[in-house]
């Protein structure tokens, strides 16, 4: 892989995050001209926001690791399918006359390879790679079967659409696609029992792993083993009443596929929490802004109010000084929020800052070299975890 291309892949992590964003936008507007609820139409779409978030992060600060390319994936096919099928309620259902009709049915079955990317998050978390043996053969076979049932459902749907037997259900598909009869109905019965018995296949595996890590990746592990059982079991319960339109179902059914969104969210956490790929600093820096932020934005209009409003000061007068007072608490207010947020999630740095305060502290009472040297190189290797630590002093060679 060149340099330019590496360059490129941030700038594609970032292009992909606005497509998602302006998908997520779109659900908006689409479905009240559609006349159709987001979220019994298109429930899926909570667990794309957990998605979107982890999967621009890790793609765009480890674009080498496929996880935040997949989960991108997962974000885009789940919005891009919920979007096509609003259009379509448009277009067959109030009767507008709109183009690229036929499109929007095709592009409303990209739930299939959605799920297959949720498949691979799971197989592939955290190193990206696949496993070796038994594990790699599964995923290969296991992903002919997924594309074997996608272009089963591609020739399906082409079929309804050129026998003119378009006829949408309540949730905006295809009635005989989401309801199927003959050769489509034996295929995803086939291909449904596959897909459950990779996802317990892949969740077995990460929970083989888990009994044989230790220490800061068997924390990891626990923490994705946890949100991919909930995961699971969730999406399990959504697709066996995905048919039904009983309220309580309906119900059982939305709460179900929210609880999807334990997946991405435990690998969150593990990401902030445990140090994984590195970057808790970067987010927790994120946060520890936006909360600055937010209370200054407060503390700020409270004062122009209470200036203006109360003591009826000029307008000109009360802006300026609200601005140097907010300017003022900012940097004593960002340290006391950056310090919370890194005790809570970023705790390798809390710690540092830590153990070099206190080295700090007991240099200025010490006076023998020998002892402030090995004091030093202790709080090196405990602070920044180094490969190899030296200490070169001047004078006599050493």
Partial sequence: MTAAADSERPRLASALGLAVLALTVALVPLSILARQNPLTNGGETIIVAPFAAVGFVLAWRRPGNPIGWLSLAVAGCFLLSTDSGFYAALIYRQGHHLPLGPAALLLYELWAPALGALLLVIMLFPDGRLPPGFWRWAWWASSMALALFLAALAVATIGVIAGHRIRLDAFDGLTAIDHPTGWFAVAQAVWGLAGVLVLIGCV?????????????????????????????????????????????????????????????????????????????????????????????????????????????????????????????????????????????????????????????????????????RADLVHVVGAALEPAHVSVWLGGDGR
């Fill in 204 to 372: 077995a595996r990460q929970l083989v792993n888990w009994r044989r890590s230790s220490g800061e990746r068997r924390q990891q592990l626990k923490w994705l083993a946890s949100g991919a059982v909930v995961g699971v079991t969730c999406l399990i319960v959504g697709l066996a009443t995905g048919g039904d339109t009983a309220p309580a179902v309906l119900v059982a059914s939305g709460i179900a596929t929210a609880g999807v969104a334990a997946l991405p969210l435990s690998m969150g956490v593990a990401i902030l929490k445990y140090r994984l790929y590195d970057i808790d600093r970067i987010i927790s820096r994120t946060l520890a802004y936006a909360l600055v932020t937010g209370v200054l934005l407060g503390f700020y209009a409270g004062l122009v109010l209470l200036a203006t409003e109360v003591l009826r000061f000029s307008s000109p007068v009360a802006v300026a000084a609200s601005t140097l007072a907010a300017a003022a608490l900012f940097t004593p207010l960002r340290r006391r929020v950056q310090n919370t947020v890194d005790r809570r999630f970023n705790r390798a740095r809390y710690d540092a800052d830590r153990t070099v305060a206190a080295f700090a502290g007991r240099l200025q009472d010490e006076v023998d070299l020998d002892m402030v």
